[in-house]
């Protein structure tokens, strides 16, 4: 009896650190630019019916807290950055790596493919990367400590 129950805790104790793995590129992250490394803004990555989204919660960038898509068409046009939904529907493709269609670019207004995975050597650094074509630039955001 005493060794089912060590056993049933076992088994609950891995199924608990199974359902974490890969849900730690969930939380707040803050982006960067790749180019001159000023930071732009931070980015709440959440997880809705299965999906993996990612919100603008907070522009970074001085002088920019306001800023709409104004190089946006349809419905995004002349929209708030902030709050707008820039990463949607992405799904697992194999472990801690998701993919999908949608990483939006407001500055650019322009949206690519995508996929984004936690550094190997650093949990606290998600790679984000945009394909367009054959060409792709990857990101690093960094978690923001709460």
Same mark, same amino acid.
């Given at each position: ?8 805790? %076992?088994?609950?104790? *891995? ?7 890969? #849900?730690?590129? *969930? ?10 490394? &000023?930071?732009?803004? %931070?980015?709440? =990555?959440?997880? #809705?019916?299965?999906? =993996?989204?990612?919100?603008? &919660?907070?522009? *970074? ?24 939904? %820039? %990463?949607?529907? *992405? ?5 801690? =790596? ?9 500055? #650019? ?18 790679? &984000? ?14 978690? &923001? #400590?709460?």
């Amino acid at each position: 009896m005493l060794k089912t129950n060590k056993q049933i805790l %076992i088994y609950i104790f *891995l199924l608990c650190v199974n359902l974490s793995y890969g #849900q730690e590129i *969930l939380g707040k992250w803050k982006t960067i630019d790749d180019r001159n490394g &000023v930071e732009k803004a %931070i980015i709440n =990555i959440y997880e #809705q019916d299965g999906a =993996i989204f990612g919100k603008v &919660v907070k522009i *970074l960038e001085e002088g920019k807290e306001n800023a709409k898509c104004v190089k946006c068409k349809g419905e995004r046009k002349d929209k708030p950055i902030l709050g707008m939904t %820039i %990463i949607e529907n *992405l799904q697992k493709a194999k472990k801690g =790596i998701y993919t999908g269609k949608t990483l939006f670019d407001p500055q #650019q207004a322009m949206t690519f493919r995508c996929k984004i995975w936690l550094n190997p050597d650093n949990s606290n650094e998600l790679y &984000v990367r945009g394909y367009l074509a054959f060409l792709y630039r990857t990101q690093t955001w960094v978690k &923001v #400590q709460e």
